[in-house]
């Protein structure tokens, strides 16, 4: 009897771990492809979408297999086959995410595509056999049929238990602390050590023995496949629970990238100890305040709140131009304010790095601004919350008597859906929407004036700054700015809370591109 108790809950423990194992695979999956192909939507759809077929076809599979050999000794060794074909995966597709990687860069679309399938084709072996325990485990256990529908209800509750802990694990402590290819190692050693104490137990030590070499080989492997960065060329790397980070320097300019690195999300110049004009999209936002009627002067800019932080590119400029004015700053990954620190020099007193959701940090904030910036993007997607005309009003809410938003909207080069889409919900909440196309690059600003304005009055605010002894930097952006105002596009396209599908707009304008050769790429 006590023998019979001991096997029963050895079994359920191997049914705990795996489920644990199962959604720890399908989480950490979802970072191992996003340092390369990034997080969005279309990426979790294929890993999601590829997984509940490989776990269907273990459901099957493992029914039939149980049926043809209900031993216990088998079901150990699918499990420790699990185990091992699991570590396995981040070792093989180390070499080839490096390659795909270089394919990301050069935009090889051929390489991207071919290195995203092979990845994805890893997990058939470790998933299908996961899936397979639970109703291997069923068949162990029914003793009598009476007591089938309380068995298998058993062994499916311990199972999505243990998927609840592999859901967070991960994410809240493993990433962020040891690394996506060694959460892997981790979660399969542990199902390995339970799958050899299970054939130990009803096999015997010797035949536990045969399976012994498992755990050694990937311990082997991962010290000499896992040494070095993730991604060639980095001065930083680190993972966080929101995001792979990565710092890299070329002569003599410093970016900040996040997961697959199409994106720069932040530039600094270390030698000069200074922010960067002419870089990119950050500079323009300076434009934003001189929306207002002329003279707008720069002592009239009272305070700033930036929705993306990121490692503080804006912050730094807005302190460089208009001196130590107070900035609020919303970042919602904590270990990219330290990155931002601690490379890019975030260290201006005048500047409130708050660790929050751009959204509900606003929301909370009991200051007035005189610019709100918008630059939350998560490659190629702003998070839906930022784009509805509930977040608008909140913006609008929070903007001074002079207050001006100014957002950064993605576009190619013939397909400005997303802009005719922000544009119109903008519209529903501010007076006067101007535009202007970031030169060189996929982005245009989108600035919104709390009073009813007149895009003339870039110029006149030009003039009036170089009268003045406005800093050459900032008449420079101005000049930009004016020479690539576009009129803003009619629309009554309204994005709300409950109906904002800019993911599907973005995906569309994705594959667009894609299909139409990637014409226009700056």
């Known amino acids: 009897m006590t023998g019979q108790i001991t096997r029963a809950r050895l079994i359920l423990l191997a049914v705990f771990t795996a489920g644990m194992t199962t959604l720890a695979i399908e989480i950490t999956a979802a970072r191992l492809l996003g340092t390369v192909f990034g997080t969005s939507n279309i990426v979790w759809a294929n890993i999601i979408g590829l997984i509940l077929i490989y776990l269907a076809a273990g459901y099957f599979i493992g029914g039939r297999w149980a049926d043809r050999s209900p031993h216990a000794d088998t079901f150990y060794r699918i499990i420790a086959w699990a185990a091992f074909t699991a570590g396995m995966v981040p070792l093989v597709a180390r070499p080839v995410l490096r390659q795909a990687a270089v394919a990301v860069q050069a935009l090889d679309a051929a390489i991207m595509a071919g290195s995203f399938v092979s990845v994805l084709i890893l997990f058939v072996v470790p998933i299908t056999l996961l899936a397979c325990v639970s109703p291997f485990a069923i068949r162990l256990s029914i003793t009598e049929t009476r007591e089938a529908g309380r068995t298998a209800g058993r062994v499916y509750a311990l199972s999505t238990v243990g998927s609840i802990l592999g859901t967070f694990l991960p994410v809240l402590w493993l990433i962020p602390t040891v690394g996506t290819a060694r959460t892997f190692l981790l979660f399969s050693l542990v199902l390995l050590v339970v799958a050899l104490g299970g054939l130990a137990y009803e096999s015997g030590t010797r035949r536990m023995l045969r399976y012994a070499w498992m755990p050694f080989v990937l311990i082997g492997l991962s010290v000499l496949v896992l040494e070095g960065p993730i991604k060639d060329g980095s001065l930083y790397e680190t993972e966080s629970s929101y995001n792979y980070i990565q710092v890299v320097e070329n002569n003599g300019v410093r970016v900040l990238y996040l997961n697959e690195g199409l994106a720069e999300h932040s530039i600094y110049l270390p030698e000069e100890g200074a922010p960067p004009y002419g870089y990119g999209t950050w500079e323009m936002f300076l434009a934003a305040p001189f929306f207002n009627r002329p003279p707008f002067e720069l002592d009239d800019l009272k305070r700033v709140g930036i929705i993306g932080l990121a490692a503080g590119t804006i912050a730094k400029q807005y302190s460089d131009v208009f001196g130590p004015v107070p900035i609020d700053g919303w970042e919602i990954d904590p270990e990219i304010i330290r990155v931002g620190r601690e490379y890019f020099d975030m260290n201006e007193p005048n500047l409130n790095a708050i660790v929050a ?134 629309t009554d396209i309204v994005f709300t809370d409950d109906r904002a599908p800019v993911e599907r707009l973005i995906n569309s304008i994705v594959f667009q591109f894609v299909l139409g050769g990637m014409e226009g790429i700056p």
């Open 357 to 490: 959701d751009g959204r509900w940090g606003l929301q909370q904030s009991q200051q007035l601004y005189s610019v709100i910036v918008i630059d939350a993007y998560r490659a190629p997607y702003i998070p839906w919350q930022l784009t509805s005309v509930e977040f608008f009003q909140n913006v609008a809410e929070h903007l001074d008597e002079l207050g001006v938003l100014a957002i950064n909207v993605g576009r190619t080069a013939e397909d400005r859906r997303l802009i005719e889409a922000m544009t119109g919900t903008i519209q529903v909440v501010l007076p006067s929407v101007h535009l202007v196309d970031v030169p060189g690059s996929f982005n245009s600003i989108l600035y919104a004036t709390r009073k009813p304005t007149l895009a003339t009055n870039l110029v006149g605010n030009l003039l009036a700054l170089e009268d003045s002894g406005a800093p050459p930097e900032l008449l420079q952006v101005l000049n930009r700015a004016i020479a690539n105002i576009r009129t803003p596009p009619k």
